[in-house]
């Protein structure tokens, strides 16, 4: 499989705005569900948000409101847009991908529940930086 590979990470001021990317050649299409994950320094990795192959979302409650998940299957990416930004939100952010034919084994025909131990798809992460 073609690697995930996360960009658009930084440094940003509470309150600020950034959009990560996600190049997912292969990913994109309805037979994977998709996901954002993210990882603090001492903290497990944990869901933030997922994407089904038509486009329905699901999101951790700490980040309703605030981040939106998307992705643009013509250029194979799949974006993570945050706004208003925390310091708590400061980690590794990754991209994730399942084939959902596995997936639905254990969670039935919906992207929605997300643990990191289902997706067998990786990218290398991209640093998220939010300061006081």
Known sequence: QVPL?????GSVQAGGSLR???AASG????NYCMGWFRQAPGKE??????IDGDGSTNYADSVKGRFTISKDN??????????????????MYYCAAVFK???ARRYGSRCKTMVREDFS??????QVTVSS
């Open 5 to 9: 590979v996360e960009s658009g990470g």
């Open 20 to 22: 990560l990317s996600c």
């Open 27 to 30: 990913y994109t299409d309805s």
């Open 45 to 50: 990795r944990e869901g933030v948000a997922i």
């Open 74 to 91: 013509a250029k194979y990416i799949l974006y993570l847009q945050m706004n208003s930004l925390k310091p708590e939100d400061t980690a």
């Open 101 to 103: 034919n596995s997936y």
């Open 121 to 126: 798809y990786w990218g290398q992460g991209t």
